[in-house]
């Protein structure tokens, strides 16, 4: 079992940053995979950012809107994932969600993931 708390969320104008926190309980959290999801409003959810666990090398996944903007990275002695965002922009308005998964491979659909936290608002004003 791990349960999944988010932080970090909040209000930034266009142009700003912010670093989302994923802080994980359990101890074997290095063999999760993990990933990074968003539903804005009237929106489905989709995958933003993916890491692989630390044993299949901590390979990462960037959905195109957010390449070269976002940076997930994990530290598995915190137990925590994080995304740095950077140049944000208002259509990454959205609640973020954390999830994790059993396995080594990157997924990026979310039925692929079986344990979730609950969510912080990031909200980016123009």
């Known amino acids: 079992q791990v349960q999944l708390v988010e932080s970090g969320g909040g209000l930034v104008q266009a142009g700003g940053s912010l670093r989302l926190s994923c802080a994980a309980s359990g101890r074997t959290f290095s063999s999760y995979s993990m990933g990074w999801f968003r539903q804005a409003p009237g929106k489905e959810r989709e995958i933003v950012a993916a890491?692989?666990?630390?044993?299949?090398?901590?390979?990462?996944y960037y959905a195109d809107s957010v390449k070269g903007r976002f940076t997930i990275s994990r530290d598995n002695v915190k137990n925590t994932v994080y995304l740095q965002m950077n140049s944000l922009k208002p259509e990454d308005t959205a609640v973020y969600y954390c999830?994790?998964?059993?396995?080594?491979?990157?997924?990026?659909?979310?039925?692929?993931?079986?344990?979730w936290g609950q969510g912080t608002q990031v909200t980016v004003s123009s």
């Open positions: 999830a994790a998964r059993r396995g080594f491979e990157i997924r990026v659909n979310g039925y692929e993931y079986g344990y």
């Open positions: 890491i692989t666990s630390s044993s299949s090398g901590g390979r990462t």
